[in-house]
């Protein structure tokens, strides 16, 4: 009798014999094509959670499968040590960062192992290492010396109460307050480090070289944000510039009021005695929000008016300056020109602050409209109306009337006699018009214009003395609303000389025209901002830089790295940085005069260490650079990375910024960091939500392991869902792939029927059997390289079923039987690499699978010799029928028009047509 399958004695022996032997170990050979395979490193969190599982075992599947493949597979592992937990473990428990850290990544290594993945563990590497951070800091030397690193003032959040920064993940809640001591949280300026990744934000958005889901290109373009347009420098009356960058030069003249960020270093300056208070206080408010609550589009707009004044440059316009907190130092100049007729933003505050409106650009229907208030016209005109051909509806006693731009000066010509005294109507389109009684037509063209037209408004109409605008006035009107606000690039109107011009050049002859006059000229502007990677924590690199009394800032010299994290450090339980307060860390001596100077106390963002670790993979323990050359130029670059698509706009755009810079700095010769990206889903809770402690909906993979096997758990972890999608785990669905490996144990090893075994197979069982195989290979090997595991186990189940039915008759211990057999463990290695190498020993292979070939498949092997011809009449299925596969038109029809279900409906009837689509179906239309 066949021995059970016990999962928990297989795997353990087979990991420590892999490991033993070396077999995953890579090693530069040029005489065999390389294939660098990767996926992200995981934070040593303390245990491997089930989205680790699903990240790294189907990764693992791919990179075992290019190693049969003939490849020469590089598959690394290693750990993303610094961060924020290990420091709030220090707090909680009086654990060093250090020992918290290094505890978990010996656990995380034992959990990774049970995986049996094909890890090269001798090219681990941990960030939080001295040996690694090194060379952190010797790169930031490196964009130091070429102007990409560089100290500026920046925003950050901060507790007033533990006098200490926070992380973003230590801001909880909308009402922004400190995860500790529940004090609400506002933004304070210190100065801090940045890389200057702007400097390479146009080749960033260069794809062309890699081959990544769109979706991640689409996030990181739209990330960058490049925008062309015009920079646009304005004045104070005082004098001072406040430079703009606007896509829409073309709405220039249409500027009335100025928008900058409660930031700005202008505002304190130009706010004038009145208005500081109430400016101060807004500051405050716009300190507490973040970017994403600032900018939430459904957000009510708040401002302050300053109690300055701007001049336009293009008509000397005097337009109020605000702050709003709208406005963003961290995106263009801080400094808006704001344009309410053309953008949806400034024409909502404008409305809510009373601020005016002048159209600048014509309206895209080319209609305008007015309204003939009830009263307000004399007998007779809606009869000449009717006349003259203009539409009109009746509402509450009011006319409302829609005209096309070319009859505008036709219908006012019409309307203004007939208007009674004391009264006026407007005309709403390419421009607003003000048709009056007893006056001249008046046009709001003009910021002096708009004052007159509200002017003569209010002296005829007591009931609108509370309108502070003309759009306000226009407002009221429903009627209006959708002429009062476009943003379409149309014909310039009200625009001085440039009125005319018409949408498809407006942009380019304004720009023209600022740059004649000096005071504009061509421009191109990023969302994207330079990198901020000042972190004023203690785990992390420390950035070598000293502060010299004499000598300013001052670069540690390399042979003096790396600047060692300090382990003898204090904890309050504010979270304050500890390195402020280290006596022997802070001190120092200047390296350049001699002299005492302190050290920067900040220490690195720990996407630094991540932008780089595929190339420390390739020479851990080597120390005269950050990797061997000579591994370098055989491995790089990363064939291909796997991983999580929420670092599309951090990690995935910071390391190819870093492999642009090596690039230039002469490290490497090529200018992205991996060819070719694949993201996985999410493996959700049972419930269907997001798996957290909280919800109690985790799934422990040790726990799954122990009870299961970790070849089960691979497998029904490329089995359940699309790996690009992820779904629900499901605790009952496990079970079909441990069923499917218990099969296979028992197909493999339990002896075949004698009777069956002396018996001789026909040609047609190892024709059909032999076919089965070869179409397995073929389609396991296009799932495997398309990523689609799910249907690539199933192909392996629907071979086991085969198998079974095959076991039965004489095929079985054939040749057919034997290639079959080993078709079917060499195709389950990569998926469920134990069990194979179990059964491939067992069953008198030689040892290792692992080394072994990938299966190749025969077309002509492969290819069916029947399909099943579907016959429709008039379109609707009646009948199936197996036929050869190089069956004849002639012959199909034949078969169709014999069959019972198309004679009775044809019914002694000839057909009109018989239709055959090769190696599909024959349509009989009646």
Not at 33 to 40: G, S
Not at 383 to 394: D, Q, T, W
Not at 647 to 673: N, S
Request: charged share 25%.
């Amino acid at each position: 009798m066949t021995d059970p399958y016990v999962p928990q004695e297989i795997e353990p022996k087979w990991q420590q014999r892999w490991e033993a032997d070396g077999i995953y170990r890579a090693v530069v050979d040029p005489d065999r094509p390389k294939f660098y395979y990767l996926t992200m490193l995981p934070y040593p969190s303390g245990d491997l959670h089930i989205g680790h599982w699903y990240a790294m075992t189907p990764s693992d599947a791919q990179a075992r499968y290019y190693r049969m493949r003939g490849y020469n597979v590089l598959f690394p592992m290693g750990f993303d040590a610094f961060g924020l937990p290990a420091e709030n473990a220090a707090i909680k428990h009086g654990i060093h960062p250090r020992e918290w850290t290094y505890a978990n990544i010996e656990r995380m290594r034992r959990q990774l192992r049970s995986m049996g993945a094909m890890f090269d563990w001798e090219r681990e590497a941990i960030t939080c290492d001295p040996e690694y951070y090194r060379w952190n800091q010797w790169f930031f030397l490196k964009f130091y010396e070429r102007g990409l690193a560089y100290r500026a003032r920046a925003a950050v959040d901060f507790c007033p109460s533990c006098n200490t920064t926070l992380a973003r993940e230590q801001v909880w809640g909308e009402e922004r307050v400190c995860e500790r001591c529940g004090t609400p949280v506002v933004k304070k300026d210190l100065e801090q480090w940045f890389f200057k990744i702007t400097a390479y934000a146009e080749e960033l958005l260069d794809f062309s070289q890699i081959e990544w889901p769109e979706r991640v290109v689409t996030m990181q373009r739209n990330w960058i944000g490049r925008s062309e347009g015009a920079d646009v420098v304005f004045r104070s009356e005082a004098g001072d510039e406040i430079e703009v960058f606007t896509t829409r030069p073309d709405t220039l003249w249409g500027a009335t009021f100025m928008v900058l960020a409660p930031e700005h270093p202008l505002v304190e300056k130009l706010t004038t005695p009145e208005y500081r208070e109430a400016v101060e206080a807004y500051q405050y408010q716009a300190a507490r929000q973040s970017e994403i609550q600032r900018l939430a589009l459904d957000k009510e707009k708040t401002g302050q008016f300053i109690g300055a004044y701007a001049i336009n440059p293009v008509n000397e316009a005097r337009i109020p300056i605000w702050i709003a907190d709208y406005v963003l130092m961290t995106y263009g100049t801080g400094a808006i020109m704001a344009v309410p007729a053309h953008d949806e933003r400034d024409f909502e505050f404008a409305l809510k602050f009373g601020l005016p409106v002048i159209p600048v650009i014509a309206p895209p229907s080319g209609q305008a409209k007015s309204v003939l208030r009830a009263g307000s016209y004399r007998d007779g005109l809606v009869e000449a109306l009717r006349k003259a051909g203009f539409a009109f509806e009746e509402a509450d006693g009011d006319l409302q009337v829609t005209l096309d731009e070319a009859d505008r000066e036709r219908y006012i010509a019409l309307v203004q006699p007939s208007l009674k005294p004391g009264t006026w109507t407007e005309v709403v389109g390419a421009g607003w018009a003000f048709v009056f009684a007893d006056g001249p037509v008046m046009n709001v063209g003009s910021l002096e214009e708009e004052r007159q037209v509200l002017e003569r408004c209010k002296a005829l109409d007591p009931t609108v003395q509370a309108k502070r605008t003309v759009a306000e006035l226009l407002w009221d009107r429903t009627f209006y609303r959708d002429l009062l606000f476009h943003d379409a690039y149309e014909r310039m109107i009200n625009s001085g000389p440039l009125t005319g011009t018409p949408g498809d050049e407006a942009v380019r002859r304004t720009i023209a025209w600022l740059e004649e006059r000096g005071v504009g000229k061509a421009a191109v502007n990023y969302r994207l901002r330079d990198w901020l990677i000042s972190r004023q924590r203690y785990w992390g690199t420390p950035i070598p830089i000293v502060y010299c009394p004499e000598c300013g800032t001052v670069p540690v010299p390399e042979e003096d790295l790396p600047v060692l994290l300090p382990e003898d450090v204090d904890w309050k339980p504010t979270g304050e940085n500890p390195l402020l307060y280290h006596e022997a860390f802070l001190h120092t001596t200047c390296p350049r005069c001699g002299g005492p100077a302190h050290r920067e106390t900040d220490t690195m963002d720990t996407f630094v260490d991540s932008s780089w670790y595929q190339y420390r993979y390739l020479s851990p323990d080597y120390d005269e650079g950050p990797w061997d050359p000579e591994e370098g130029a055989y491995w790089l670059p990363v064939d291909q990375y796997t991983g999580g698509i929420e670092h599309a706009t951090m990690h995935l755009l910071y390391t190819r910024f870093f492999t642009k810079v090596l690039r230039d700095l002469g490290l490497v010769d090529f200018d992205e960091p991996m060819l070719r990206l694949y993201n996985q889903g999410t493996v959700l809770g049972e419930d269907g939500e997001k798996m957290s402690k909280s919800r109690g909906n985790v799934v422990a993979p040790d726990d799954l392991v122990e009870q299961y096997g970790a070849d089960t758990v691979r497998a029904y972890l490329m089995f359940f869902a699309r790996w690009d999608q992820g779904g629900p785990w499901d605790s009952q669905g496990i079970k079909g792939p441990r069923r499917f490996l218990e099969d296979v144990w028992r197909l493999v090893l339990e002896p075949i029927d004698p009777a069956q075994a002396e018996a001789t197979p026909t040609e047609e069982q190892v024709r059909v059997l032999r076919r089965k195989t070869h179409q397995t290979i073929k389609r396991c090997t296009e799932d495997m390289e398309a990523f689609a595991f799910n249907t690539y186990v199933a192909a392996l189940m629907e071979f086991r079923n085969v198998l079974l039915e095959a076991k039965r008759t004489p095929v079985a211990g054939s040749e057919a039987w034997e290639e079959a057999i080993e078709t079917l463990l060499l195709l389950m290695a990569p998926i469920t690499p134990h069990i194979a190498e179990e059964l491939w020993v067992r069953t008198g292979r030689p040892y290792s699978i692992h080394q072994q070939r990938w299966p190749t498949w025969d077309e002509a092997i492969a290819a069916e010799e029947t399909f099943t011809l579907v016959i429709q009449v008039n379109g609707k299925v009646r009948d199936r029928v197996e036929v050869p596969v190089d069956i004849s038109e002639e012959k199909a029809r034949e078969i169709a028009l014999a069959s019972e279900a198309v004679r009775r409906r044809l019914n002694g009837r000839e057909p009109k047509r018989v239709i055959y689509v090769p190696g599909r179906l024959v349509n009989v239309v009646v």
